[in-house]
C-alpha cells in the first residue's frame, strides 16, 4: 500500500501538472464553460493515466484555477501471484493487474481502471455463489477465486467475447433478477434480448 509520504509527494505532483495544464489550456480566463471543461478533463485524464498511472482520480475546482481537491492513486499489494490492485470501495476485494489490464484493453479505460472496476463489480456481487468461479455484470463476466476472507479477481470477459453457450449460462432465466429492474422491459416487444423459449410466434398472413 501507498505510505501516506508517498502519497502527498504523489499529490503534489498531480497538483502542479494539473495547474500548469489550465493555465495553458485557459490562461488567466475567470469563466469555463460546460463544453469546455469536459473536454479538458478528458483529456488531461488521458494525461495524467499516462504520467502517473491509470488508477488516479482528480476532482478540479475551475472557479480556483485547478486546485486540486482529491487525488486518489489505487493501493497496491505485491504477492507471490503477482501485484494486487484493491478496490476503493469494497474492502475484502482485490484485482490482479493482469485483470486490470484486460479491462483496460477490452473496455477502452484508459484511466481510472479500479474505480470503473469497483462500479460494475457493484452489480456482479449480486451472482456471488451462483455460478461457481464467476460474477456476472450486464456487461460482462469476472473470474474471481477466494483466499482466506478475501475475492481476487482474476479477469473480466466483456459480453462481446462470450461464446452463445456462455451467454446461455450466465444470463439465463435465473440470472435476470440481479439485473436492475429499468434493464428489464416488461413488454416483450421493447426488450433488446428476447429468451427463446419466449419468443413469440412468427405473424403468418391471414387470407
Known amino acids: ?110 484511466a481510472n481502471c479500479v474505480i470503473t472496476l469497483d462500479g460494475y463489480l457493484d452489480d456482479a456481487l449480486l451472482t456471488f455463489g451462483q455460478h461457481d468461479g464467476f460474477l456476472v455484470c450486464p456487461a460482462g463476466v469476472f473470474a474471481y477465486s477466494l483466499e482466506g476472507d478475501r475475492l481476487i479477481i482474476k479477469t473480466y470477459i466483456n459480453y462481446e467475447l462470450l461464446s452463445p453457450d456462455q451467454v446461455k449460462k450466465f444470463y439465463g432465466l435465473d440470472s435476470l433478477w440481479n439485473f436492475p429492474k429499468d434493464m428489464v422491459a416488461e413488454n416483450i416487444f421493447e426488450s433488446d434480448i428476447i429468451l427463446s423459449d419466449e419468443a413469440p410466434p412468427p405473424v403468418t398472413n391471414l387470407r
Do not use: W
Open 1 to 110: 500500500m501507498l505510505k501516506e509520504q508517498e502519497f502527498q509527494y504523489k499529490k503534489a505532483q498531480i497538483g502542479n501538472f494539473l495547474k500548469k495544464e489550465i493555465k495553458r489550456k485557459f490562461g488567466k480566463s475567470g469563466r469555463v464553460s460546460i463544453r469546455k471543461r469536459r473536454k479538458f478533463m478528458l483529456d488531461v485524464t488521458q494525461k495524467i493515466s499516462r504520467k502517473f498511472g491509470k488508477d488516479v482520480l482528480c476532482l478540479v475546482d475551475f472557479t480556483k484555477q485547478g486546485f486540486v481537491s482529491l487525488v486518489s492513486p489505487s493501493a497496491t499489494e505485491s504477492t507471490d501471484k503477482g501485484q494486487l490492485l484493491l478496490s476503493f470501495t469494497h474492502p475484502h476485494v482485490a484485482y490482479t493487474s493482469h485483470c486490470v489490464d484486460r479491462f483496460s484493453a477490452r473496455t477502452q479505460t484508459g
